[in-house]
């Protein structure tokens, strides 16, 4: 089975195991690698990271060679904001295989995070220079984030109208492109970019907020009123995001709603 073929496998094998009342018992019959990289898959699916390391470590210790596996130890020592750690089990994977574009990926990410910016540009880029990599939209993404927080907006809006040239139906690079816009005083265009952003991702708070202040810079209350009630009633009521978006009601004279008791 190619690597390719494998990936799909694990993927799928991930979800049979989400689904599985016992997916420990599933593993016990099934005592693989592949088995377990799956298994640690399906725990992190679940954000049960205390399940999936034990999970990952013993496909390592049945299969030192595994790629997948150093992925997704990678994977869990990231959400468990140990960056080196992370950093090191990505760098084992690369080593193994040095055309996963996932892999550069996923060490440029680690690299932002532990205040590495140029390494992590050098990383992002090399993933985009992977043919294999199957989801450049997210390296374009998020090095056009990187980009908008050095304040070069201009090479950021770049990067995000490549992801979405990629990827055509990606909410969230819509919704980074209509912010760019909208800092530039560019309204007309950002609305049609949040539109498409909250129309291909209609759960995205952001967008709709983003959306909001567009329709006020126009002129266009209605629709400014309709997308922060939106984000009133998809936020958390305690988050930042639901608290502006109320006091725009309130600005334009429509009924803010009360946050949720606690």
Partial sequence: MNAARTRLWLAGLALVLTACVSPVEEARQKDTAETQVALAQAYLQQDDVRKALPAALKALELDPKNVDAYLTLGRIRHMEGRWDQALEAYQQALALDPK????????????????????????????????????????????????????????????????????????????????????????????????RAVRFTPTLVAAYQNLGKAYLLVGKKDEARLNFKKVVELAPADAPMAAEARKALADLGGEAAAPAPR
């Fill in 100 to 195: 996963r574009g996932e892999t550069y990926y996923l060490i440029g990410v680690v690299r932002y995070q532990m205040k590495d910016v140029p390494g992590a540009i050098e990383f992002l880029r090399k993933a985009l220079a992977q043919p294999a990599y199957l989801r450049p939209q997210d390296a374009h993404l998020y090095l056009g984030g990187i980009l908008l927080d050095q304040g070069k907006m201009d090479e950021a809006l770049i990067e995000f109208r490549k992801a979405v040239d990629v990827e055509p139906e990606f909410g969230p690079a819509y919704n980074a492109m209509g912010y760019v816009l909208l800092q530039q005083q560019r309204p007309q265009e950002a609305i049609e970019s949040l539109s």
